[in-house]
């Protein structure tokens, strides 16, 4: 009997809540591959969640910073030295040079997983020191990994021009299940998704004073702490609930039972301009019409099939007025809702899948 290929994964997150690495892990061990996810065991981690798949969290002496990234990528690299492997996928820059080195060494085959343009986000590019450190990284490392796949047809592009590497696309989309829609007599809307710098939370929070029902956001992330004082700010606690990470399947009733999402972008990142996030096709396979940001990616499904309110310049008022709209013209919301259900049919992990298994096949082959 043929013996199964080893894939780690190495990721800087919580293992519970990565959607994207739970439906690529789950897929590959599903086709028979021997799959391990390798990511953070942080200081209030909770127990992982059985999945199909091996995990392993490394603890970490620092949750954030220079000297959390120097811990984690020793004992990262000191792992992957030993732990039986054929393939090693590094998930964006964090974890791509003890990646590279322990692949060298060992003289293993090396796999690069762009969810983003790690340079472009603006977390980088507004600290020039970081900036620096992380182009460094990306010119030096993303031209030795030959073998990638990333989200969106414009990061493929951008990656070919600035590194010379042709990587595959796999977009990060939702699997599709049968679905009911809820009678909602309750209407609420949903964010969620990473908490961090560049979501527009600065806009959408004092939005909220002029928006006849409550949000709810789900998601952590490095603009949490500022989103909880905006919300102070503007005296909105009785309006907007903060829930922090929750797990997948309790997102799930979250989302089936919002009336509208919100998928929000700054344009001031090059990587939020090329995005097209989970939470979009999330709201999408149940049924959730929702407010977007007009950038390409979007505009090409919404073109397609309308299941977004599209948006520019998404002040405070504008944003209001968007959601307002989808919460009081129900003809107009409810046509939105039917093109969600058709929409998930052919925007759906399934057919992604089919990509993802035929890269790994034809690389577990080479």
């Known amino acids: 009997m043929k013996k199964a290929t080893r894939i780690v994964f190495t990721v800087t997150n919580d293992l519970n809540y ?14 028979g591959y021997d799959v391990t996810l390798v990511g953070f065991l942080r200081k209030d981690s909770k127990p992982l969640i059985d999945r199909p798949y091996k995990q392993k969290r490394l603890p970490i002496i620092a949750e954030q910073g220079k000297l959390m990234y120097a811990d984690f990528w020793l004992k990262l690299f000191f792992f992957l030295l030993f732990h039986p492997v054929d393939i090693i996928c590094c998930i964006d820059l964090d974890t791509i040079l003890p990646v590279y080195v322990a692949s060298i060494i060992r003289r293993k085959k090396r796999v690069h997983d762009a969810h983003e343009l790690f340079v472009e986000l603006k977390e980088v590019i507004s600290r020039p020191s970081i900036s620096k450190m992380w182009n460094a990284i990306a010119n030096f490392a993303i031209p030795r990994f030959p073998n990638g796949y990333t989200v969106g047809k414009g990061i493929v592009t951008e990656l070919k021009i600035r590194y010379g590497v042709d990587y595959a696309l796999v977009r990060n989309i939702t699997v599709l299940k049968p679905v009911t829609i809820p009678e909602k ?6 964010y969620q998704g990473a908490v961090n710098v560049g979501r527009r939370f600065e806009e959408l929070i004092p939005a909220m004073q002029y928006v006849d029902a409550p949000l709810i956001i789900c998601g952590g992330g490095n603009f949490f702490e500022e989103t909880k004082a905006l919300i102070q700010q503007y005296g909105l606690e009785h309006k907007i609930t903060l829930k922090g990470y929750i797990p997948p399947e309790e997102l799930k ?6 009336w509208a999402g919100i998928t929000l972008f700054e344009e001031t990142s090059l990587s939020n301009r090329l995005s097209l996030a989970n939470r979009f096709f999330d709201y999408m396979h149940n049924g959730v019409p929702q407010l977007c940001i007009r950038y390409e990616e979007y505009e090409q499904v919404n073109v397609e099939y309308e299941v977004a309110s599209l948006i520019d310049n998404p002040t405070p008022e504008r944003i209001a007025e968007a959601l307002n709209k989808l919460l009081q013209d129900e003809a107009y919301h409810l046509r939105l809702q039917n093109n969600c259900l058709k929409a998930r049919e052919k925007y759906c ?7 993802l298994l035929n890269f790994y096949n034809k690389l577990a082959e080479a």
């Open 185 to 190: 007599k309750k209407k609420y809307i949903l």
């Open 349 to 355: 992990w399934q057919e992604e899948a089919k990509t």
């Open 18 to 31: 990565d959607q994207r690495m739970i439906r690529i892990c789950t897929t590959l061990a599903a086709a």
């Open 253 to 258: 009733q979250y989302t089936i039972n919002a």
